[in-house]
């Protein structure tokens, strides 16, 4: 089992008083967080950091005096501290938040808003998991990594019962259905950027907000070949693009005839998460089957895994990102332990892997 040997160290930046306040209540309320401190802005922080080292920083990004990003390329180039953004969900604020995770921000969260009691519970629930996944993460670490218990919420059961993968007759067109998590944004970015314009279709699940997922996919349909779009329901599955499912929403692989399209729904949070891996792995089993090719990239916990042991047991080709590539060796572990995966290869081998295998 997983467990913490010292609470994480949390350095709260924002330059609004109420979002400081509302964060420290969230982390405060998990027992494995403690707020060593707030601050309005970059420079305050930097006092505070030059008495006491946190183990992870939140930072906003649009902040007087000095904004986020600067803050951040002083911090990866002095002192790296994991750093987790916390954004409001604003064009502005969302294109910003896709620069700092490629000057070496762990994660990318929206800022928590007042609604129902539910989504104040998701609310904590992605935080604390962002704080906990960047305090193990390969930044800085030269010890072991804290060990952390992570309960799950649902399974895919919860978005698309579990039944027996149906049988699909080999085609010539493949489907690539890829998850990931904490450091996957840039994982993301090297596969896709590797890819010829003609690769086959592919579906992605990376944990992230909604309206940040447009701007990932807006990015890197910029630097890829092939077609980058965040996903919307029906869109069809084809060569030379890939879909992103769009955040808080899952995305389900159909078919229908030759034609693989997804669907795009709402539901809880499957292995704390919206969209989930497990989920889109689910329906690529049940869809696909032999058609497929499974990726599982960096991440913190197991959403995926299960997924991705349905994918081969109904004869798709599977693939986990090694350890000394990933962020975090969570999600790809959990599959390997599962004995779900055909193959774990470096991040910079996996687009040729999959090619050789479509």
Known sequence: MIQLKSKIKVLIVDDSAVIRQT???????????????????????????QKEIPDVIT?????????GITFLKKIMTQ???????????TAKGTETAMRALE?????????????????????????????????????RRKTPPKEIQVQPKYSADAVLPHTAARSMLKTTEKVVAVGAST??????????????????????????????????????????KITVKEAENNDSVIRGRALIAPGNFHMLLKRSGARYYVEIKEGPLVNRHRPAVDVLFRSTARYAGKNAIGIIMTGMGDDGAKGMLEMKEAGAYTIAQDEASCVVFGMPKEAIKLNAVNKTLPLENIAGEMLRKQ
Do not use: W
């Open 183 to 224: 450091g996957g944004t840039e994982a993301i970015k090297d596969f896709l950027m590797a890819l010829p314009h003609d690769s086959p279709g592919i579906v992605i699940v990376q944990h992230m907000p909604e309206k940040f997922t447009r701007s990932f996919a807006d990015r890197l349909n910029e630097l890829c």
């Open 23 to 49: 964060l420290s209540n969230i982390f405060e309320s998990d027992r494995h967080i403690e707020v060593m401190g707030t601050a309005s802005d970059p420079y305050m922080a930097a006092k505070k950091i």
């Open 59 to 67: 930072l906003d990004v649009e902040m007087p005096r000095m904004d």
């Open 103 to 139: 000057f070496g921000a762990v994660e990318v969260i929206s800022k928590p808003q007042m609604h129902t009691k539910e989504f104040i519970e998701e609310s904590r629930i992605k935080l604390c998991d962002a704080v906990k996944a960047a305090s193990i993460a390969k930044l």
């Open 79 to 89: 002192h790296p501290i994991p750093v987790v953004i916390i954004s409001s969900l």
